[in-house]
């Protein structure tokens, strides 16, 4: 019975000798602000999913064709950018994300009816909740451009894209403004 177990100990000790534990290995980390994010890419790909295809007027002649063909790739533009920004809150709402580096000025900061960088960051702490539901309405937006891109359905695309814009502006009612209206 001891001879079973220290073989046991012994078989232990042999299997892990030589193994130093697994050194933890550094994941990606945020390292812009809500604030660059909102300008260097939601603002871009919001504008990018904005633009309606080209009209395609006449698919017959070959200038119809051209325009016929650029409106694909214009959907596809539109859809393409419309993924992007789905994933934008996924960005933005990461744990540890700054709303602005120390010094960078906001737009409308120093007036009264906006919040400074500190004071958005603690209403996002203290309210996770109700900004990652803003973010998800956000999400959904854009994730119904997409489809409507994707079936060129023009009315699916401006009822999305009316939903992104009271997405943008709803949360920046909740979380930018001192008394929050939504
Ligand atoms: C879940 C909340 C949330 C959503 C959704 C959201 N924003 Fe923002 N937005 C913020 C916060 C917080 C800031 C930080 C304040 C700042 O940077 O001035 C911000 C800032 C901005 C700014 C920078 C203003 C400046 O100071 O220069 C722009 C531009 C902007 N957002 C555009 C958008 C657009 C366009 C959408 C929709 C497609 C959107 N935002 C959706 C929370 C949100």
Known sequence: MRLAALILVGAVLLASCGQTPAAPVPGPEPTATINEIMKAMITPMNNAASNLPEEITDPDTPEGKAKASRADADWQAIHDAALALSEMPNLFTMEGRKVAAPG???ENEGTPSYLTAVQMEDRIRSDRTGFLKHAKAMQDA?????????????DALYDAGGKLDESCSSCHAAFWYPTPTK
Do not use: G, Q, Y
């Open 142 to 154: 854009s994730l119904a451009i997409a489809a409507a891109a994707a079936s060129k359905n023009v």
């Open 104 to 106: 960078v000025k906001l």
